[in-house]
């Protein structure tokens, strides 16, 4: 048990050595990358919310659908 727990821990250490020393390496920005960053997590966001939106539409869609069978 204790060695099982000593294993996740050192994974666990580790995993956020590997993460610190990768954020550490990556190089400052320069304002061009930021604004393309800016405008890639813009297009996610909408395309995220218009997902949501047509899921929404078209489940109300499928419902009245099926009332409007019977």
Avoid at 4 to 13: E, F, Q, R, Y
Avoid at 33 to 60: K, S, W
Wanted: hydrophobic letters at 45%; zero cysteines; glycine letters at 4%.
């Amino acid at each position: 048990m204790v060695v099982a727990l000593v294993g996740v821990v050192l994974v666990l250490a580790w995993s956020v050595t590997v993460l610190v020393r990768r954020d550490r390496r990556r190089s400052p920005s320069s304002p061009e990358a930021r604004r393309i960053e800016a405008a890639a997590t813009r297009g996610l966001r909408d395309a995220r919310r218009q997902a949501h939106v047509y899921h929404h539409f078209n489940d109300i869609n499928g419902v009245s659908a099926l009332r409007d069978r019977d």
